[in-house]
């Protein structure tokens, strides 16, 4: 059974930083898109940061120069280092795992952690 277990949220002040990890078990995600997505209260939900099977990432523009995305494949570890926060950044961020052009319906979730961005 897959699981991706989330960690690292919590409450900063703007301009600070934090860092989510995302542990993922149940089979080898060495072929799996992985990163992260986050909601915000009444808004739907967004991509954050996203890397490939190759190590190749994607950034949402709201993130880009200021969040990156790291993977360790042997210890099926995600990361993802949030500098210069701001408090729009205020929100559930979940972990996503999914083989390249999986549909919706197959993608898995972490329970997700919060991130609150306030002075």
């Known amino acids: 059974q897959v699981q991706l277990v989330e960690s690292g949220g919590g409450l900063v002040q703007p301009g600070g930083s934090l860092r989510l990890s995302c542990a993922a078990s149940g089979r080898t995600f060495s072929g799996y898109i992985m990163g992260w997505y986050r909601q915000a209260p009444g808004k739907q939900r967004e991509l954050v940061a996203l890397t490939t099977p190759g190590d190749n990432p994607t950034y949402g523009d709201s993130v880009q120069g200021r969040f990156a995305i790291s993977r360790d494949t042997a210890k099926n570890t995600v990361s993802l280092q949030m500098n210069d926060l701001k408090p729009e950044d205020t929100a559930v961020y979940y972990c996503?795992?999914?083989?390249?052009?999986?549909?919706?319906?197959?993608?898995?979730w972490g329970q997700g952690t919060q991130v609150t961005v306030s002075s």
């Open positions: 996503n795992a999914r083989l390249p052009y999986a549909t919706a319906d197959r993608y898995y």
